[in-house]
């Protein structure tokens, strides 16, 4: 069973940084993609940020792109978004997931982080 615990949000003047976490129990983080998603309020869920495995292969969204930066422990089993320069628009709860190894597989959700972006 996979577990993931996202930690880091808060309150932030626009302009500002932050660093989200997210920490996954269980054995497989160090072979599994793993990706951010924001869901800002009346919003559909977006996905801001992907990582594979080995931490070789790096996307972003482009509302994001320039600003935000994504990367991995593997040894630590934990997940990163560092956010630059933010924006009101950047308001949202932010979730971590570990993506299925099949096709078939199950995707594990954490259950998110509040980052809100005022002055």
């Known amino acids: 069973q996979v577990q993931l615990v996202e930690s880091g949000g808060g309150l932030v003047q626009p302009g500002g940084s932050l660093r989200l976490s997210c920490a996954a129990s269980?054995?497989?983080?160090?072979?599994?993609?793993m990706d951010w998603y924001r869901q800002a309020p009346g919003k559909e869920r977006e996905l801001v940020a992907t990582i594979s495995s080995g931490g070789g292969s790096i996307a972003y969204a482009d509302s994001v792109t320039g600003r935000f930066t994504i990367s991995r422990d593997n040894a630590k089993n934990t997940v990163y978004l560092q956010m630059n320069s933010l924006k009101p628009e950047d308001t949202a709860v932010y979730y971590c997931k570990l993506r299925a190894l099949t096709m078939n597989g199950m995707d594990y959700w954490g259950k998110g982080t509040l980052v809100t972006v005022s002055s």
């Open positions: 269980g054995s497989i983080f160090s072979i599994s993609t």
